[in-house]
């Protein structure tokens, strides 16, 4: 009887509280994903290249586990809280009829630990399943192509999932069934009255109204004018400015729903009673709702972020070179590094091996005057201000003594690039600027003044400025970047550096398929066989590792917590409303019996749940443009902060993107309702 | 005159074959417009679940309700919606005000329900309230407000739409016997004053004693029905005689004079 009463009661849980068992749910899968971070193919890839960061991300795991753990304990407590609390007439009534209370802890327990098992037995091999997904996908999406695909399940990581969300499970359920055991029979029984609590004067819900909205503008106003990151105490001032703002505002907020009852469309369908079941939930729940804004706020701030940072670190440029080889690392000639490529068979393995020559303006004696472009800047200075030209005229103005690039090594790579080549007579040249030190508006702005082939003074020798400007890199290496450089004719090239400059041979792979995947096995293999061959190279597969570190840490980390922070946030206003909705089923039983149809009764309450959800969003929708703002502005080097307003964009349409996404759990919680107020339709027998 | 509700040979049957249990066995009888009927019989008698039946929150297994000559087991949609707001007005045991609402948003409740302008009730609201005394706790909540206010609000409800008839489940079931008295000559009122049609479901004999007409039921079926004669009988004489069927009730039918 006792196994048979825990199997039924454990799956009328679940059926009634679908929402809390799908919280459930994701927890063993976050815990599961966060510890098998090191086993995804991203993660195997990057510790081959980036070893120290991917180390030190690795570190920051067990922080991350406890975290999740901390913050999931928090929504299994509230979630179970809620779920006891609808039982305790149940529980009143097994004492009453003489269970000792040791086994109404043991049948509790069993119960709790039945739906514990099942939510691992589901989560886990759904967890295994997403993990290996998204190992995939991410491979796929950052180009890593198939470095060798390895499973991604993690014995370890399955046990400290099961480990740690048991733990919590227990200690949640330790406390609560502590609080319920001390209640007498009595105190259990009596069902607790609906909708009392102390109310105050009206006008101390205005003060905190206005308060909130007051406080919560101050931090705006700090975030947009970049006091938030001043020093630590305004810092401190905005953060406690927020918090607090939103958390007076939620308690104020009873006034101005108040204020929605008296005014509005009073010949609404049940509009007085919707809008006071929102006042009620609003009243006994703001810190709560409060709590869950401020979660959403983390979670749209660290997704609307985090990926905009990925996204700008993830903008690659097009993949032209594979590799390239710098003789002065060791004191060989591009002859001599070809050499030893021959000697064991690697030359072949190329499809192109060219020159790329970058050097000086050796003719130069006045390296504050060897160049010269004072046409081009005065058409600059003429054109409509505007920020790209501001950035533009800093910029050049240092262009003063510039490197110099050879025609005939740029032209091949151009034509590597499978770009057009470029034709540049006596006495022209063309400008060269690495895309890091440009963008497309500012490309856009000199390529449209370089049309006018504007004059250039070149070791006091005068030139024209042709073509557009170019931003196919030299070399493989990221790191190295050219803010303004010339490209000449090699024989003016030759002049100018009066034959003392640095060249760097440049390959691009026959066979960048490899037989164990895609390009980077490719490359890693050739990588092998090079350091085998003892010639120092520089690959695309660093600097990919490079970029690709960036990326995964920041949009890893950051949706991470987004996912956490959001699954919290919804699963407790989901779970407070569908079960203060059971709490109040008596007023829905008495509008059945004036008359009110499923359809009308539905209506009623899709509207209060578009309120109860819609109050926190748009207060964290608010917040959160400040807030990406400010996480941008604050974590963002300087160089990348002129990419800010395209990086906000990003991160408003990632908002959005959360926004379809509370959406969808806010239709869940809708068929959920509308599936509970059915029950309600049929009458119960009072006979 | 034609009668406002017609109920002729209703049955419902809970359960079935061993657990079958009759609530309503085949029961037919009138109820004339401006009629003050009553019905009464022990606990589990079928009383609730007549009452239900003609407020269509469950459907009979067979026979007929028909509501100025409309069979209501026809409705549907909207038309079931208007009836159950606009023909019937349910006064319950336990008054069921929405806790959360005050009493002037109790009681405008079912015009918001069925999207009748807030403007057309206004008027109906203040007699209503003016007649059943209930001004100062309209901006009330329920929690404070007395077992009699409270009913007197939710009488004021089931009346804001003049319905046809008012179905009402043993009113005065959750109060005291002078909040009880106070109700029932409001009810009585309004059945004279207004010729609002009631029908009122209880065990109370005191309560019935203001009725016109009384049925009892017994086992799902109308056991005995007793008239007042107006004006020669006084209330105290009609709650004798009513006293003296419940006091046989228990007997059958044998024992009824």
């Known amino acids: ?687 | 005159m034609e009668p406002i509700l017609e109920i002729e040979s209703l049955k419902k049957y809970y359960g079935k074959s061993k657990n079958l249990t009759k609530a309503l066995d085949g029961i037919t009888f009138q109820v004339m417009p401006g009629e003050f009927l009553g019905i009464m019989g022990s606990s589990g008698s079928g009383k609730t679940t007549l009452l239900n039946c003609i407020a269509t929150v469950v459907w009979p297994d067979a026979g007929s309700i028909a509501m100025n000559g409309k069979q209501i087991q026809k409705l549907a949609g909207a038309a079931l919606a208007d009836y159950r707001g606009k023909e019937i007005g349910y006064l319950f045991q336990n008054f069921e005000l929405l806790d959360n609402l005050t009493g002037y948003e109790n009681i405008m409740l079912p015009l918001s329900l069925h999207g009748v302008p807030e403007q057309e009730g206004r008027q109906r609201l203040e007699q209503l309230a003016a007649y059943l005394e209930i001004i100062d706790v309209l901006h009330k909540f329920p929690a404070q407000m007395s077992g009699g206010q409270k009913q007197r609000i939710a009488a004021a409800r089931s009346l804001i739409l003049r319905p046809g008839v008012i179905l009402a489940d043993e009113p005065t079931g959750a109060l005291d016997s002078k909040n009880a008295k106070t109700l029932m000559e409001k009810l009585l009122g309004l059945n004279q004053e207004e010729q609002a049609t009631i029908l009122m479901v209880t065990h109370d004999c005191n309560a019935a004693s203001y009725c016109r007409r009384i049925l009892f039921i017994q086992d799902g079926v109308i056991f005995h029905e007793l008239r007042r004669n107006i004006p020669d009988e006084s209330g105290q004489e009609f709650y004798a005689r009513i006293l003296q069927v419940m006091a046989q009730l228990g007997g059958g039918s044998a024992n009824v004079l």
């Open chain 1, 1 to 687: 009887m006792f196994f048979k009463l825990v199997f039924r009661n454990s799956k009328r849980n679940r059926k009634e509280n679908g929402l809390f068992f799908g919280a459930l749910l994701v927890s063993v899968i976050a815990f599961y994903i966060v510890l098998s971070l090191s086993r995804q193919d991203v993660m195997i890839f990057l510790a081959r290249m980036e070893s120290d960061a991917v180390d030190r991300l690795m570190d920051i795991i067990p922080v991350f586990y406890g975290l999740t753990l901390f913050l999931l304990f928090f929504l299994i407590y509230y979630a179970s809280r809620f779920q006891l609390e609808r039982r305790r007439h149940e529980f009143g009534v097994y004492l009453m009829f003489g269970m000792r209370r040791v086994k109404l802890f043991a049948m509790l327990l069993a119960e709790d630990f039945r739906n514990s098992m099942i939510s691992l037995a589901i989560g886990l091999p759904a967890a295994v399943l997403l993990s290996e997904l998204i190992s995939l996908i991410t491979a796929r999406l950052v180009g890593i192509g198939i470095v060798g695909h390895q499973v991604s399940f993690s014995p370890q990581a399955a046990i400290w999932t099961a480990a740690g969300f048991l733990l919590i499970k227990f200690v949640a359920f330790l406390i609560l069934s502590g609080r319920i055991s001390r209640q007498t029979i009595g105190a259990l029984m009596a069902w607790p009255p609906a909708g009392v609590k102390r109310q105050m004067p009206p006008f101390v819900y205005a003060v905190a109204a206005v308060a909130g909205i007051l406080s919560l503008a101050a931090a705006y106003v700090m975030i947009v004018f970049g006091d938030a990151w001043y020093d630590i105490m305004r810092m401190g001032i905005t953060l406690l400015l927020g918090t607090a703002g939103t958390w007076t505002l939620f308690f104020g907020m009873r006034f101005l729903i108040g204020l929605a009852v008296r005014s509005g469309k009073h010949d609404r369908r049940l509009h007085v009673f919707h809008f006071r079941q929102i006042q009620e939930t609003v009243i006994q729940r703001s810190g709560t709702l409060a709590v869950c804004s401020l979660l959403m706020l983390s979670a749209l701030t660290c997704f609307g972020a985090g990926v905009a940072i990925s996204r700008f670190y993830g903008e690659s440029e097009p993949h032209v070179l594979d590799y390239t080889f710098d003789g002065s690392l060791n004191g060989d000639t591009p002859a001599q590094i070809r050499q030893k490529l021959a000697a064991h068979q690697l030359e072949t393995e190329f499809l192109e091996l060219f020159e790329m020559r970058v050097g000086y303006i050796r003719t130069a004696k006045d390296f504050d005057h060897a160049f010269a472009m004072e046409p081009l800047m005065t058409a600059l200075r003429q054109r409509k201000p505007s920020r790209e030209r501001d950035v533009l005229l800093n910029n050049l103005s240092y262009a003063m003594y510039p490197h110099i690039i050879s025609l005939s090594g740029y032209n091949r790579l151009l034509a590597a690039a499978e770009l057009p080549a470029l034709a540049l007579g006596e006495e022209e040249a063309a400008i060269y600027m690495d895309r890091e030190f440009t963008d497309a508006k500012r490309l856009e702005l000199l390529n449209d003044i370089l049309k006018t082939s504007p004059k250039a003074s070149l070791d006091g020798a005068e030139i024209t400025l042709t073509g557009s400007v170019q931003t196919t890199k030299l070399v493989t290496d990221r790191s190295i970047t050219l803010s303004f450089a010339l490209i000449l004719a090699d024989e003016m090239f030759e002049y100018y550096t009066q034959g003392d400059y640095d060249v760097y041979l440049d390959g691009i792979l026959a066979e960048r398929e490899s037989e164990n995947g895609g390009l980077m096995a490719a490359i890693s293999e050739m990588n092998q066989k090079l350091n085998e061959a003892g010639v120092p190279y520089e690959s695309y597969l660093q600097n990919m590792g490079r970029q690709l570190f960036y990326m995964v840490a920041s949009s890893y980390i950051t949706m991470y917590l987004a996912i956490i922070f959001l699954m919290i946030a919804n699963t407790v206003i989901g779970v407070q409303f569908l079960m203060n909705q059971q709490q109040t089923s008596r007023r829905y039983r008495t509008l059945i019996r004036l008359g009110a149809s499923h359809d009308v009764l539905c209506g009623s309450s899709r509207r209060q749940i578009n309120w109860y959800f819609g109050l926190p969003i748009v207060v964290a929708v608010c917040s959160s443009i400040f807030g990406v703002h400010a996480l941008l502005t604050g974590i963002l080097s300087s160089r990348s902060r002129g990419s800010l307003p395209e990086m906000m964009i990003v991160s408003f349409a990632m908002i959005l993107a959360m926004c379809v996404v509370e959406y969808f759990y806010i239709a869940a919680v809708k068929r959920a309702s509308d599936r509970y107020l059915l029950t309600l339709m049929v009458p119960e027998r009072e006979e």
